[in-house]
């Protein structure tokens, strides 16, 4: 309210304002929305896609996980441990002797890796189908820094496919959001 002269002023509003007032207050709560909402996804969508690029980070540390986690008594290739377990049993059940979380957990990653593995397959199919050269390169960039037993480097790879260090981090960047739709189905997928 504002003063006139000393005395507040009136304001009176007609139905026709307040509609008016209302309307436009609607849609700026309606565009505040939408844009909260496209944030919302935007951000959804990077973590889907940086898992993807996790996984594949991680690649060989959960292969190597998986092939040598020790949680039992015959999964240990220490000879001492196996004999002072060994000498225990009597004490302690079996299901005593083992370290589950670890059991689980390298189960869970087997599981995990063995569905990145299959849709890693299929993402090469996807790549030789498309007939595209960039696409089978983007499959070679991400083998090599990777999947491969022996991993190459960004220059190494640049080197190779003739392309610039730069065009080895976009196809990097290209691949994983094709593979996070592979990885996580829908999860993957920006609406």
Known sequence: ????QGRPVRY??????INVIAAIAAEKGIEAYKEEHRKEEAERQSRVQNN???LLTNYRRFKDYIEN?????????DDSLKDMLSLMQGYFKDSDLKVLS???GKAKTKMIMSHVDTMLDV????????ADPEE??????????????????????????????R??????????KRLAILFFGIYGFRY
Do not use: W
């Open 167 to 176: 065009t080895v981090f976009r196809d990097v960047k290209a691949a994983c």
């Open 1 to 4: 309210m504002g003063k006139s």
């Open 12 to 17: 009176e509003f007609t139905e026709e304002n």
């Open 123 to 130: 993402y090469k199919k996807q790549c030789e189908i498309a």
């Open 102 to 104: 670890i059991e689980k």
């Open 69 to 77: 986690a020790e949680y039992d008594m015959d999964t240990t290739s």
């Open 52 to 54: 993807a690029k996790a």
């Open 136 to 165: 089978m390169r983007r499959y070679r960039v991400i083998k090599g820094l990777y999947l491969d037993a022996e991993p190459k480097t960004a220059v190494d790879i640049a080197e190779e496919e003739h392309i610039t260090e």
